[in-house]
């Protein structure tokens, strides 16, 4: 084969196989649409805690028992290396994820054990339902602090 065929087709392969696999990579939607369920839970019981929708016991535990089932989805597909935001565009999830996977790891699990409590209690009463709610809202922000990027 003559030299310059062969950077050709060098050059070609790069182009088409590795930086579109990245970018393209389902994952980064789909953690982003749990998320987007989290909120549409975590919001409606949010309303309700600061007032702004009137309590509903039915409704509350209904949302604090969505929210407990999608925290216990299996994320181990969902944060494949290379998915970093220092890596490819359209993700905010912070490359610190990768260097400190048992922190991460752990602040999901805080996550879900506030989950659970707010289960137990989300059907008990606007302040049993209050109290159970405050360490949900910590573990989100506990995480989003340490490894979400700012909004640009
Ligand atoms: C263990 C870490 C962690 C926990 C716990 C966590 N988040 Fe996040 N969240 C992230 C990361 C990282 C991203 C960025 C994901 C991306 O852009 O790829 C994110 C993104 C989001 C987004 C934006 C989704 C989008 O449309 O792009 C919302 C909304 C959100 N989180 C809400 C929540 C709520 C509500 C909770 C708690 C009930 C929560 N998160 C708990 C790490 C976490």
Not at 43 to 70: K, T
Request: glycine share 12%; aromatic share 10%.
């Amino acid at each position: 084969m003559k030299f310059r065929s062969f950077v050709c087709i060098i050059a070609l392969g790069t182009t088409i196989a590795l930086p579109t696999f990245a970018q393209d990579n389902p994952a980064i939607g789909q953690r982003q649409g749990q998320f987007k369920l989290f909120v549409h839970n975590f919001g409606l019981l949010g309303g309700m805690a600061q007032g702004r929708i009137d309590y509903d016991a039915d409704m509350a535990q209904l949302a604090a028992d969505n929210l407990f089932y999608l925290t216990r989805h299996d994320q181990s597909r969902l944060w494949p290396e290379g998915t970093d935001s220092a890596s490819v565009s359209g993700t905010r999830a912070n490359p610190a994820i990768w260097e400190n996977l048992d922190d991460f790891v752990a602040k999901f699990g805080a996550l879900q054990t506030a989950a659970e409590g707010l289960q137990q209690v989300a059907g008990g009463g606007l302040d049993a339902m209050r109290a159970g709610f405050g360490p949900v809202g910590q573990s989100c922000q506990a995480c989003h602090e340490a490894y979400r990027d700012e909004a640009s």
